[in-house]
């Protein structure tokens, strides 16, 4: 199976800054790769797919890129509404999920 | 507007077996291009990916669980359906279903729906 390590596992920013999540996987997993977040008691929402593709409705100050092993996912000025829990997936069968990244206001 | 909903029990004793079903309303089970999938979330943790099945019945399953899982879909009802067997309390989770978008990304989910393993 391949392991997705997230980083950090938790942040606490202020409204305004930019954020950044990253994302390192075991093997090349070229750009097969989607995010997703989730608020307190709620389903996730994908927001990035296939690394660095805004899912529709999605707010343009989310954002993914990267390839291969490596990836990073931005909140370029972090919004209130913004406080989840954010997971990366891999699709390469098996499908696995990183750890989650808890973010909070500062 | 597509929404897929759990239901089943949320009791569970250990050595029984746990039974899920997601309905699927607002769009058809069997479009192309989609597969239909379960993830749980133990409290307080992270996201497993359980297993996924496409309408034709094609399932793929993680392999961590293949041992006890099956799962299966009813077009006529427009369901898909888990069962994981010979359950223990590492089972006990929130059990979500969602829309696997071309196999690869989940982009509509269910509310989930917690289940314990508990005697």
């Known amino acids: 199976d391949i392991q997705m390590t997230q980083s950090p596992s938790s942040l606490s920013a202020s409204v305004g800054d930019r954020v950044t999540i990253t994302c390192q996987a075991s093997?090349?997993?070229?750009?097969?790769l989607n995010w997703y977040q989730q608020k307190p008691g709620k389903a996730p929402q994908l927001l990035i797919y296939d690394a660095s593709n805004l899912e529709t409705g999605v707010p343009s100050r989310f954002s993914g890129s990267g390839s291969g092993t490596d990836f990073t996912f931005t909140i370029s000025s972090l919004q209130p509404e913004d406080i989840a829990t954010y997971y990366c997936q891999q699709y390469n069968h098996p499908l696995t999920f990183g750890g989650g990244t808890k973010v909070e206001i500062k | 507007q597509l929404q897929l909903q759990e239901s089943g029990p949320g009791l569970v004793k250990p050595s029984e077996t746990l039974s899920l079903t997601c309905t699927v309303s607002?769009?058809?089970?069997?479009?192309?291009?989609?597969?239909w999938g379960w993830i749980r979330q133990p409290p307080g943790k992270g996201l497993e990916w359980v297993g996924s099945i496409y309408y034709t019945g094609s399932t793929y399953y993680n392999p961590s669980l293949k041992s006890r899982i099956t799962i299966s879909v009813d077009t006529s009802r427009n369901q898909f359906s888990l069962q994981l067997s010979s359950v223990t309390a590492a089972d006990t989770a929130l059990y979500f279903c969602g829309r696997l978008r071309r196999g690869s990304a989940f982009d509509i989910w269910g509310q989930g729906t917690l289940v314990t393993v508990s005697s």
């Open positions: 607002g769009g058809s089970i069997s479009l192309t291009t989609y597969y």
């Open positions: 093997q090349d997993i070229t750009m097969y």
